[in-house]
């Protein structure tokens, strides 16, 4: 838990480790910019425990880069998340024409006794409790569907920024990992022309 809210090394080194991981994929830069684009959508949608597979599914439609997508998610941390469910809920709220809002404690508690309703009423389908759906329908109404509509548009243009800022920076690295490569092979062909010629060269002072 405390991992997850603080990685080991800290969120720089966390960050430049997934920034190291995306440049490295075996992709063309627009695939895997599809795929940090899906992700970072995927951070904008209320289907916590599920963004992994959520990503991936959109990256598939997209045509993007699956690892890519799952490593995006990263986007939507401990920092960043009161920021997304803040500003995706209150949108919400307004484009569903709703008065008021919640505030962040309210949506953190809402998800935490809709994840109790949701176990306790699983386990009650193999005791003799009865099921009671009644909050998970206040947390739909309340949390889930305002999240879920306002996080479209955020999250839409997230992703796009995401993909419009990453896909010349993966270009350009690419093409210069390809460069360092070819002078690295280069070098070795070199070499082993320069070995191949003293040997052949001593062969002949020996004869």
């Given at each position: 838990?405390?991992?997850?809210?603080?990685?080991?090394?800290?969120?720089?080194?966390?960050?430049?480790?997934?920034?190291?991981?995306?440049?490295?994929?075996?992709?063309?830069?627009?695939?895997?910019?599809?795929?940090?684009?899906?992700?970072?959508?995927?951070?904008?949608?209320?289907?916590?425990?599920?963004?992994?597979?959520?990503?991936?599914?959109?990256?598939?439609?997209?045509?993007?880069?699956?690892?890519?997508?799952?490593?995006?998610?990263?986007?939507?941390?401990?920092?960043?998340?009161?920021?997304?469910?803040?500003?995706?809920?209150?949108?919400?709220?307004?484009?569903?024409?709703?008065p008021g809002g919640?505030?962040?404690?309210?949506?953190?508690?809402?998800?935490?006794?809709a994840s109790i309703?949701?176990?306790?009423?699983?386990?009650?389908?193999?005791?003799?409790?009865?099921?009671?759906?009644?909050?998970?329908?206040e947390f739909f109404?309340?949390?889930?569907?305002?999240?879920?509509?306002?996080?479209?548009?955020?999250?839409?243009?997230?992703?796009?920024?995401?993909?419009?800022?990453?896909?010349?920076?993966?270009?350009?690295?690419?093409?210069?990992?390809?460069?360092?490569?070819?002078?690295?092979?280069?070098?070795?062909?070199?070499?082993?022309?320069?070995?191949?010629?003293?040997?052949?060269?001593?062969?002949?002072?020996?004869?």
């Amino acid at each position: 838990m405390a991992d997850f809210f603080y990685p080991r090394g800290g969120w720089s080194r966390a960050v430049r480790y997934v920034a190291h991981r995306l440049r490295r994929l075996p992709d063309p830069a627009h695939r895997i910019s599809r795929g940090i684009a899906a992700g970072v959508f995927t951070c904008f949608t209320p289907f916590f425990g599920f963004h992994f597979l959520f990503s991936v599914t959109l990256a598939f439609v997209v045509r993007g880069n699956i690892l890519a997508a799952v490593l995006a998610t990263f986007f939507g941390n401990p920092l960043t998340f009161p920021v997304i469910a803040t500003i995706s809920v209150e949108l919400g709220y307004d484009i569903l024409g709703r008065p008021g809002g919640i505030s962040l404690h309210g949506i953190v508690s809402a998800f935490s006794r809709a994840s109790i309703d949701l176990w306790s009423n699983f386990l009650a389908l193999f005791t003799s409790d009865t099921t009671n759906w009644l909050g998970m329908s206040e947390f739909f109404h309340a949390v889930f569907l305002p999240y879920l509509v306002g996080g479209l548009l955020p999250g839409t243009v997230a992703g796009l920024v995401a993909y419009v800022v990453s896909r010349p920076l993966i270009a350009a690295y690419k093409k210069t990992r390809v460069a360092r490569m070819k002078k690295s092979v280069e070098r070795r062909k070199q070499a082993a022309a320069l070995r191949a010629a003293r040997d052949t060269a001593a062969g002949e002072i020996s004869e």
